[in-house]
């Protein structure tokens, strides 16, 4: 094992299906669904199948968009599991927060001292649950595991990569949280105790950009000690997004500013991203444009709107070169190469003025 050593929600709606009861439940795994719920009946299992005592553990489903397919999922998985398996609670949450106000809602009103978190795509290993169970139980206030990738980087989507946001350098998102911190909110466990200490998961933080960053920064601010499980590993199912969806991931920004805002010195040194070194001069090039056409100078607005296409082509080519690409998905990627600068740039702007620091 590592470690690092460093210094009233309530849900409106709410369904249980209970699969055993004990007479002290130890951990409580907790579980925040937002959007497609295919993957959640094989996380689900998964967790079934795990080698911690089935009596001594709980699964809280928590559905950020309440919906009877949701419900009819764990309530199925649930009947399979009498007399014999764990406690599976579904809780349909309503209130606002996203996925941070979902996990919040979990942990507290759950029945465990430790809290383990995962998300609806991941598949456990058996083993995933006993062992970050240990870490915390001997040692620790909070542990994270391995989060196993397929051979491609799942950690950007194929839009990402090619046609949408650069996230390590566009808006600086999860990608560079991850590689910074690992500490991430698809496999970490946490005590009761250190949980209501730090109020939980900040709600601030209303998508999964950042929100698990922010919580390993807030314990690493109370020399909290944290532990990497190696072999308390989850497999993630590869995350596909369309290009339209990645180029609204440049809007993440703001949650770059919010953490820099919250933790200026550990962003600086953990997180710290730029904008890809292309977009500026094809902003530039793109802002002259139409500049020479708003004062009728017909000329330079050919020579800027050159600059500004040949510009693109070379990022758009830069981003093919390094992904294989169907002919079909073409207009995708060029299209995002044309919007993705403005974008990026822009809601890099709003968030630096919004929260008053530098993120140029």
Not at 219 to 238: C, D
Not at 250 to 267: C, G, S, T, W
Not at 286 to 306: H, Q, V
């Amino acid at each position: 094992m590592e470690h690092l050593q460093a210094s009233g929600l309530a849900p409106t709606t709410t369904a249980v299906a209970t699969a055993s009861t004990a007479n002290q439940m130890l951990v409580s795994v907790v579980i925040p669904v937002l959007g497609p719920r295919q993957l959640l009946q094989r996380c689900l299992h998964a967790l079934r199948r795990q080698s911690f005592d089935p009596r001594k553990f709980e699964i809280i489903v928590v559905d950020v968009e309440p919906s009877s397919a949701t419900q009819r999922v764990v309530l199925d998985i649930a009947a399979l599991t009498q007399g014999g398996g764990p406690a599976i609670h579904y809780i349909g949450y309503r209130g606002p927060g996203g996925p941070a106000a979902a996990r919040n809602c979990g942990w507290r009103i759950a029945s465990g001292e430790l809290i383990a978190f995962t998300e609806p795509d991941t598949q456990a290993h058996s083993d995933w649950l006993r062992l970050g169970f240990n870490s915390l139980y001997q040692r620790a206030e909070a542990a994270w595991g391995r989060i196993v990738k397929p051979a491609v980087d799942v950690t950007k989507t194929r839009a990402e990569r090619g046609a949408g946001v650069d996230t390590d350098n566009a808006s600086g998102g999860s990608v560079a949280a991850c590689a910074a911190t690992r500490f991430a909110a698809g496999n970490c466990f946490c005590t009761r105790e250190l949980l209501q200490a730090l109020d939980g998961f900040d709600e601030r933080f209303n998508t999964d950009w950042h929100a698990d960053t922010d919580l390993f920064f807030r314990m690493l601010g109370r020399g909290v000690l944290v532990l990497h499980v190696q072999n308390a590993w989850v497999e993630r199912v590869p995350r596909v997004a369309s290009w339209r969806a990645s180029l609204s991931q440049n809007r993440q920004i703001v949650f770059d500013a919010l953490l820099h805002e919250k933790h200026p010195m550990l962003y600086q040194r953990l997180i710290c991203t730029t904008p890809c070194s292309w977009y500026y001069p094809i902003v530039l090039a793109l802002m002259l444009t139409c500049s020479a056409l708003l004062i009728d100078a017909p000329l330079l607005a050919a020579m800027t709107g050159f600059a500004w296409l040949v510009l693109t082509l070379i990022l758009c080519g830069q981003r093919l070169a390094h992904n294989s690409w169907r002919i079909i998905d073409l207009p995708g990627v060029i299209l995002s190469s044309m919007l993705s600068p403005p974008l990026a740039l822009f809601w890099r702007a709003v968030a630096a003025m919004q929260f008053r620091v530098r993120l140029f």
